[in-house]
């Protein structure tokens, strides 16, 4: 009898071992954040054309799009294309610059969403969109 209830007395401390390093092991264990990025709702974000012009692009090269826009000449291995340069007024009042490539169909004073990501893009916005 004796023999049966130190069995059973291993068995329960085995079993409190094996549930405190469980523990121990979960409190260590990394969380995902509890909404991934991509599930986050983003609002849109709008603004009204303010002016455009006609600029010429630098495609490939470290200076990207900037140089060709102020005219410089292209380095070797890199091209120019035509493209638009829109000044924005972001409906919280910011002013911004976004170049696009050539063809575009916005104007002056219409009313566009603004879309960010790995470069800023501008879209019409639709007619049922809130102003």
Known sequence: MAHSQTKKRQSRAGGVVVVALLTVLSACATHPPATPMAATPTPMLTGTILSSRLVMLQIAGAEGGVLGALGAPASAGETLAPATEFIVRETGGTIISVMQPQPTSLHPG????????????????PANAAT
């Open 110 to 125: 219409e009313r566009v969403e603004i879309l960010r990501g790995l470069t800023t893009r501008l879209a019409p916005l």
